[in-house]
């Protein structure tokens, strides 16, 4: 069974600090992708990043950045330089080889508040 | 291209009502997923279409729950009789295969108020 942990239920930071919000998962695939959604106050679940269980580079897109490392299962995402419009829940999932999209496993989400 | 479209936004209905929550994919998107939120299950998959399709609806929690899909720009899910506990987010969203790959895109959301 697949499982994704968010162990960090809110975090609250001041704007320009970095902010690391973590996620650890289990899976007994070999093959299986790693997603990063941002829901906003708004409400609506937004993309910001898939990686899959080949590629352990780290990935940077402006202030963002994802550390992936197999040995420890864990796919954390980095904010750098917070700032308010970041503020948002963030939920990392999980989706294995043998399932569809439809077998996408989320995590309990971490809520980011960023304050000025 | 538009995104998922749902309505309404927000409903508010009394316990024993039926509701009915729609969802407009986006065009060319294969497969359609409700999800319902809450904070103690965090989101949780009630059922998929492929092509206008239920493939899996095990999450459906009760009978009281039915959706469909008549066409592929439009699905509806249903709750009748509803009751308090059915009170949540509910979320649409599409991909464009099924594959784990794939990335979903969501609508805004129906927020379900049963009193």
């Known amino acids: 069974a697949q499982k994704v942990t968010q162990a960090q239920t809110e975090i609250s930071v001041v704007e320009k600090e970095d902010v690391t919000l973590d996620c650890v998962y289990e899976?007994?695939?070999?093959?299986?992708?790693l997603f990063w959604y941002k829901q906003p106050p708004s409400g609506e679940l937004v993309f910001l990043i898939r990686?899959?269980?080949?590629?352990?580079q780290n990935e940077i897109s402006g202030r963002y950045s994802w550390n992936f490392q197999k040995s420890t299962s864990s796919f954390n995402f980095t904010i750098t330089a917070s700032q308010v419009v970041d503020s948002a829940v963030y939920f990392c999932?999980?989706?294995?080889?043998?399932?569809?999209?439809?077998?996408?496993?989320f995590g309990t989400g971490t809520r980011l508040q960023v304050t000025l | 291209d538009a995104g998922v479209i749902q309505s309404p936004r927000h409903e508010v209905t009394e316990m024993g009502q039926e509701v009915t929550l729609r969802c407009k994919p986006i065009?060319?998107?294969?497969?359609l997923f409700w999800y319902r939120q809450t904070m103690m299950r965090g989101l949780e998959l009630l059922i998929y279409?492929?092509?206008?399709?239920?493939?899996?609806d095990s999450g459906m929690p009760e009978d009281r729950f039915s959706a469909k899909m008549p066409n592929a720009s439009f699905s509806t899910l249903k709750i009748q009789p509803s009751e308090p506990r059915d009170s949540a987010v509910y979320f649409c969203?599409?991909?464009?295969?099924?594959?784990?790959?794939?990335?979903?895109?969501f609508g805004s959301g129906t927020q379900l108020s049963v009193l």
């Open positions: 969203a599409s991909s464009r295969t099924g594959t784990g790959v794939e990335k979903l895109f």
């Open positions: 899976t007994r695939d070999t093959t299986y992708y």
């Open positions: 990686r899959n269980s080949f590629d352990e």
């Open positions: 999932a999980l989706s294995g080889e043998t399932g569809t999209a439809s077998k996408l496993t």
């Open positions: 065009s060319g998107h294969d497969y």
């Open positions: 279409f492929n092509n206008n399709v239920p493939i899996d």
